[in-house]
């Protein structure tokens, strides 16, 4: 990448204008004007490289050589992408209406709050268990040629393990902002299950949809709300615990257990013989 007077708008420096992108395929150069900012999360101060509000709308840009990228809130409507290496880029808010990303490299890439449409292609990209997926409007996007089976587990949730403040007024996280950031780690995993399940890709969307219970009940538990697949709201403390008690009582040691006219019943040869009820 080159470009043109540095700066940091961070520390009051001016504003660049970028020429060329170094690995680019496209015969023209491309240029835009930003400025550069502080990346969030970094407590040491550092800037990185990269443009807030840059519009590369319709650029060719085939290959390039984006890691560490800085392009929060970019417009990349009808960007060609392909191929290109955005591995730790920031892409937070960016508009990808139409974008080519097949073959791109996004591992570790911040990609939150984007937005896509049908027309974005996804098309083999590379992803990894430290990009991040929250609060992505997918919009419909083509999600059936991605292979999700590289993504155990979203980055978001490296956010649980942030802190708070930068240099000398970094502190823990409190209760919370830790119920807060497992919220949202949770709709990043419910967003993402329901894109695959609007697709028919019902064995990828259960894995997520796994995941996001989980964080659901974390988040619970950082709120200090108890037993909240038992019942909340109004019903009253002792029937939450009937309520979890009967749960428990629903898978009986050495058969089937159902629940037939208010009361459970278990059925010791699995579904053939007798069914008695369980008794307490």
């Known amino acids: 990448m080159t470009s043109g007077k540095r700066g940091c708008e961070q520390h009051g420096h001016r504003t660049m204008k970028m020429r060329r992108i170094k690995g680019s395929r496209s015969s023209r150069s491309v240029s835009w004007s930003g400025s550069w900012s502080r990346s969030a999360g970094q407590g040491n101060g550092r ?15 085939i290959g390039a050589k984006l890691s560490g ?5 970019a417009n990349l409507s009808g960007t060609n992408l392909r191929g290109a290496k955005l591995s ?12 080519y990303l097949g073959w791109a490299n996004l ?13 974005t292609s996804f098309t083999e990209i590379i992803l990894s268990s ?5 609060d992505v409007r997918w919009n419909g996007v083509p999600l059936t040629l991605v292979d999700w089976s590289q993504i155990s587990h979203l980055g978001d949730e490296r956010l649980l393990s942030g802190k708070v403040g930068f240099g000398r007024d970094v502190r823990p996280l409190t209760r919370r902002e830790r119920a807060t950031r497992c919220q949202s780690i949770a709709r990043a995993y ?17 894995g997520y949809r796994l995941l996001t219970q989980r964080w659901e009940r974390r988040a619970m538990r950082a709120q200090r709300k108890t037993l909240p697949w038992a019942g909340i709201g109004s019903v009253r403390p002792h029937r939450r615990l ?3 008690t009967r749960a428990h009582l629903y898978l009986v ?18 579904g053939n013989g007798t069914r008695a009820p369980v008794v307490g």
Not at 69 to 73: E, M, S
Not at 195 to 205: G, K, V
Not at 263 to 269: Q, V
């Open 88 to 99: 730790d880029a920031d892409l937070r808010g960016a508009t990808l209406n139409g974008a």
């Open 69 to 73: 990228v800085h392009l929060t809130v």
């Open 242 to 244: 009937w309520r979890a």
């Open 107 to 119: 591992s570790g890439a911040d990609v939150s709050e984007a937005k896509m449409d049908t027309d």
């Open 130 to 134: 430290a990009t991040r997926l929250g």
């Open 190 to 206: 419910s967003g993402l299950a329901n894109a695959l399940r609007a697709q028919s890709m019902n064995p990828q969307a259960s």
């Open 47 to 61: 800037c990185r490289k990269g443009y807030t509000k840059a519009n590369l709308s319709g650029a060719d840009l």
């Open 253 to 270: 040691p050495g058969g089937r257990a159902k629940f037939r006219g208010g009361l459970l019943w278990r059925d010791p040869s699995g």
